[in-house]
């Protein structure tokens, strides 16, 4: 079974600059999350969707990042326009939800973003 | 206002011995507990978990133990191996939120 995998691994923009994140969930989970790491710190939560709809956003920094989920299947993470503190790796994770019963979150390889 | 935290960036253990990584925590309304390895340019993987109603879960080498009343979790490997040697994350959950809160990490290094 394909875990999580987010496209790029990497990017380098300079500021000011659109860039947008991909990640494709483990096949059949409904919840899929969006993480960020940054400058070595905590990660820290940015967002949840179960299927398309959007459960919980309240760790989006600012307007300037906009995700989606359409379909319910993979997710983009846009960043437009890109600032300097948007540097950092972002995680994306996804996970089942039976019951409501916490499930094990699977987390992607991340995409290191570089904004100079 | 850090919810969850680690106070120890790293640690370095002999191989052999017993490797003990420490989490604090404020918001006494988390369910779970759980810690994260990680891997350089990997992302964090499951590694065991605790519910706020146990104080000790055991698998293998890994333990976790929970003091509720000093909001505070260890987790406990025995005997540590070099390929243990990566960073290890707390995190909380919370039922009605459904995220992880994530602590800053510490670096373990076992040593041959």
């Known amino acids: 079974e394909a875990g999580v995998t987010q496209f790029p691994s990497h990017s380098v923009i300079e500021k000011g600059q659109t860039v947008t994140l991909r990640c494709d969930p483990i096949?059949?989970?409904?919840?899929l999350y969006w993480y960020r790491r940054v400058m070595g710190k905590e990660i820290k939560f940015l967002l949840h969707?179960?299927?398309?709809?959007?459960?919980?956003e309240s760790g989006m920094p600012n307007n300037r990042f906009l995700a989606e989920r359409t379909g319910g299947t993979y997710s983009t993470l846009k960043v437009q326009p890109a600032e300097l503190e948007d540097s950092g790796v972002y995680f994306c994770?996804?996970?089942?939800?039976?019951?409501?019963?916490?499930?094990?979150?699977?987390f992607g390889p991340g995409t290191r973003l570089t904004v100079l | 206002d850090q919810q969850v935290k680690q106070n120890s960036p790293s640690l370095s253990v002999q191989e052999g011995r017993i490797s003990i990584l420490n989490c604090d925590y404020t918001?006494?309304?988390?369910?779970?507990f759980l810690w994260y390895k990680k891997y350089p340019a990997e992302g964090p993987t499951f590694l065991i978990s605790?519910?706020?109603?146990?104080d000790k879960n055991e698998d293998g080498r890994f333990t976790v133990f929970l003091n509720k009343s000093a909001k505070h979790l260890s987790l406990h490997i025995v005997p540590s191996q070099p390929g243990d040697s990566a960073v290890y994350f707390c995190?909380?959950?919370?039922?009605?939120?459904?995220?992880?809160?994530f602590g800053g990490g510490t670096r373990l290094m076992v040593k041959p």
């Open positions: 605790i519910s706020s109603i146990k």
């Open positions: 995190a909380a959950y919370n039922n009605a939120g459904n995220m992880l809160t």
């Open positions: 969707f179960v299927k398309e709809s959007k459960q919980d």
């Open positions: 994770a996804s996970s089942q939800d039976i019951a409501g019963v916490l499930y094990e979150q699977f």
């Open positions: 096949s059949g989970h409904d919840n």
């Open positions: 918001n006494s309304m988390f369910d779970y």
